[in-house]
């Protein structure tokens, strides 16, 4: 949502249109970023397919190793094997999967109960999301990212990698899990700031449809 095309209310107190300024100002580059790394992490479809392939043609031909080198590789340790190509698809749907959810919700998208959502009034709802993003969805980004920290970290100390000649560096895989949690809960945040603006400036308030979240 470009903010620079919203109508502002002249009739409304200076402190809402001040403070309607202030929460979108906070809110576009958080929104931003998420939208922006979705719209990125869309071509890893194309990774996932690519790997897909590769995993058919290689098991057509009964060729377990693709290439060999000598030094090992970031992830990739020291061959591409049949198991490598196969690791790699989950792998990449992973990331696609943390990542692109901070993109749904940007994109209204996401699973939401409109049987009670599509009743309310639009200030209902920005307070609904408001109340929700603080209380459970930030809470809990923030929860499950702290707790997977552990995990991250011996993975890493451990080295822990394939046991069937797939990918190494597994921590990079496990790291993606708090990483794209926090980018959620930094989207939630823009979210707030959002909604913050449309209550206190309603000129700024767009059809749901091709909204913000």
């Given at each position: 949502m470009s903010?620079?095309?919203?109508r502002?209310?002249?009739?409304?107190?200076?402190?809402?249109?001040?403070?309607?300024r202030?929460c979108?100002?906070?809110a576009?580059?958080?929104?931003g970023?998420?939208?922006?790394?979705?719209?990125?992490?869309?071509?890893?479809?194309?990774?996932?397919m690519?790997?897909?392939?590769?995993?058919?043609?290689?098991?057509?031909?009964?060729?377990?190793?693709?290439?060999?080198?000598d030094?090992?590789?970031l992830?990739?340790?020291?061959?591409?094997t049949?198991n490598?190509?196969?690791?790699?698809?989950?792998?990449?749907?992973?990331?696609?999967?943390?990542?692109?959810g901070?993109?749904?919700?940007?994109?209204?998208?996401?699973?939401?109960v409109?049987m009670?959502?599509?009743r309310?009034?639009?200030?209902?709802?920005?307070?609904?999301?408001?109340?929700?993003?603080?209380?459970?969805?930030?809470?809990?980004c923030?929860?499950?990212?702290?707790?997977?920290?552990?995990?991250?970290?011996?993975?890493?100390?451990?080295?822990e990698?394939?046991?069937y000649?797939?990918?190494?560096?597994?921590y990079l895989?496990?790291?993606?899990?708090?990483?794209?949690?926090?980018?959620?809960?930094?989207?939630?945040?823009?979210q707030?700031?959002d909604?913050?603006?449309?209550?206190?400036?309603?000129?700024?308030?767009?059809?749901?449809?091709?909204?913000?979240?």
């Amino acid at each position: 949502m470009s903010y620079k095309q919203l109508r502002v209310n002249p009739q409304l107190p200076g402190w809402r249109l001040s403070g309607a300024r202030w929460c979108a100002r906070l809110a576009c580059p958080l929104i931003g970023l998420g939208r922006w790394l979705g719209q990125v992490s869309s071509w890893l479809v194309l990774g996932v397919m690519l790997a897909v392939l590769a995993t058919v043609v290689m098991n057509a031909f009964s060729a377990n190793e693709l290439v060999r080198w000598d030094e090992k590789v970031l992830l990739l340790g020291k061959a591409i094997t049949i198991n490598t190509m196969t690791e790699l698809q989950w792998h990449l749907f992973g990331l696609l999967t943390l990542i692109g959810g901070s993109y749904a919700m940007h994109a209204n998208m996401h699973v939401r109960v409109d049987m009670l959502h599509h009743r309310m009034s639009k200030a209902t709802r920005h307070w609904v999301e408001i109340i929700g993003h603080l209380l459970l969805l930030i809470p809990f980004c923030i929860l499950i990212a702290w707790l997977s920290k552990h995990m991250v970290q011996m993975s890493y100390v451990s080295g822990e990698q394939s046991n069937y000649g797939g990918l190494t560096d597994r921590y990079l895989i496990k790291g993606a899990l708090p990483a794209g949690l926090i980018l959620l809960a930094l989207g939630a945040l823009g979210q707030v700031f959002d909604r913050l603006a449309r209550i206190l400036d309603p000129a700024r308030d767009v059809e749901e449809s091709s909204d913000a979240g």
